[in-house]
């Protein structure tokens, strides 16, 4: 190459540098937060029980399970849970359904119930700061609808989410999967939903991030080392 060709590659390496360099720092910064951080603790296992186990047997439930499977549409399965102290058998076909162990619709779970139920899942000693039944939830649980969200007041806060129908644990959130999701976004540079890792924004940034490397590459080639250090022992 030519000392022109390198003085045009030298000009597009200094702006892209500039273009690119907060991207490339958060690149970095992001990929060390979330390599730091473990994923169990993103997920929350050491603060909350997402699933109890079932402390009743087979012989608990005494419901017909051919009839539950025939009052559910287009049924798919049937398992057997429990909540609190009361075994529920979950249906699942066109919809889900729940019911108790003896057959009868499962009755929508009380606060008082919901809250009892999240401080049994929970592991750490604090008390529940705020419990609230939203219509519909947050993003960090997928917009779900009907789910009640527990917060317990410890120093990561905490977050339960747990379906409002059956009072299941949908999912566990606190300040680490908080800052894992912010990284995350600036990661994939989706600041919307967050999910979208093949969005033109990110593609556009990764090729002038991939062309700003060649460039200086080539750069290093007008140069290079080894050349600078045959001419020092001349």
């Known amino acids: 190459?030519?000392?022109?060709?390198?003085?045009?590659?030298?000009?597009?390496?200094?702006?892209?540098?500039?273009?690119?360099?907060?991207?490339?720092?958060a690149w970095l910064l992001g990929g060390l937060v979330m390599s730091a951080i473990p994923l169990d603790m993103v997920h929350g296992k050491h603060l909350a029980k997402r699933t109890l186990e079932n402390p009743f047997t087979y012989v608990d439930y005494t419901a017909n399970l051919?009839?539950?499977?025939?009052?559910?549409?287009?049924?798919?399965s049937l398992t057997l849970h429990h909540f609190l102290d009361q075994p529920i058998i979950v249906v699942t076909g066109a919809e889900r359904a729940y019911f108790t162990s003896a057959g009868?619709?499962?009755?929508?779970p009380s606060e008082a119930q919901i809250r009892a139920n999240a401080q049994a899942h929970y592991l750490g000693n604090s008390l529940i700061e705020s419990a609230q039944l939203l219509t519909q939830g947050p993003r960090e649980v997928q917009y779900r609808p009907q789910v009640w969200q527990v917060t317990f007041a410890d120093?990561?806060?905490?977050?339960?989410?747990?379906?409002?129908?059956?009072?299941?644990?949908?999912?566990?959130?606190?300040?680490?999967?908080?800052?894992?999701?912010?990284?995350?976004?600036?990661?994939?540079m989706d600041y919307d939903e967050r999910d979208d890792f093949n969005n033109p924004l990110l593609i556009t940034f990764a090729a002038s991030s991939v062309a700003f490397c060649l460039s200086g590459i080539l750069?290093?080639?007008?140069?290079?080392?080894w050349r600078r250090r045959r001419q020092q022992i001349r």
């Open 104 to 108: 009868a619709p499962f009755p929508t």
């Open 155 to 188: 120093t990561l806060s905490t977050t339960l989410y747990l379906d409002a129908q059956s009072g299941q644990v949908i999912t566990v959130r606190s300040t680490l999967w908080r800052i894992f999701d912010f990284f995350w976004m600036l990661h994939i």
């Open 219 to 225: 750069l290093l080639l007008q140069s290079p080392p």
């Open 66 to 76: 051919n009839q539950l499977a025939n009052r559910v549409a287009g049924f798919n």
């Open 1 to 25: 190459m030519n000392k022109s060709s390198f003085k045009s590659i030298r000009k597009f390496h200094k702006l892209a540098g500039y273009l690119l360099a907060l991207q490339i720092f």
